[in-house]
């Protein structure tokens, strides 16, 4: 039998980011401790959810394209490359037996052209941003780049 990694404990953890409340309904609220920011996540339309709000799945995947893109703004910054106004979209999909997230698919858009190492180096550094570093490996990650013409 498998151990699980889940330890609980009674005392809080000085270094604690976020506190997560449920609050019924299918909904939860996080709360940022040092910023004081909120996200609230709601369950998806196909898991009984009112899909009103990111569900914890696409904060994962979310959190994937915001890593790469806040990891090649730090190379660019670098460079001296600036790349504001650069997006990703991104697509996440699920599987079932049992639910999970199978793939992420992060299309990142740079708003200038970039020539071929440029682009080559910034994927290359997407791809050792820590969250994409920390999904687990049976979870594709397809990162695609794209520079204007």
């Given at each position: 039998m498998e151990r699980s990694r889940l330890k609980?404990?009674?005392?809080?953890n000085p270094m604690t980011t976020s506190k997560v409340t449920y609050q019924g309904d299918l909904r939860t609220t996080a709360i940022h401790l040092q910023s004081?920011?909120?996200i609230i996540t709601d369950a998806p339309t196909d898991n009984h959810g009112k899909g009103e709000a990111f569900s914890p799945t696409d904060l994962?995947?979310?959190?994937?394209a915001s890593c790469m893109l806040t990891i090649i703004g730090i190379k660019a910054r670098d460079m001296e490359i600036d790349?504001?106004?650069t997006s990703a979209e991104m697509t996440k999909v699920m599987t079932a037996d049992p639910r999970r997230v199978s793939e992420i698919h992060v299309a990142i858009s740079f708003n200038q052209q970039l020539d071929e190492k440029?682009?080559?180096?910034?994927y290359n550094t997407a791809l050792t941003c820590p969250?994409?570093?920390?999904?687990?490996p049976?979870?594709?990650q397809k990162v695609t780049i794209h520079s204007k013409n």
């Open positions: 609980i404990t009674t005392k809080e004081n920011n909120e994962l995947a979310t959190s994937l790349i504001a106004g440029t682009q080559k180096i910034f969250v994409a570093k920390s999904i687990h049976d979870i594709t």
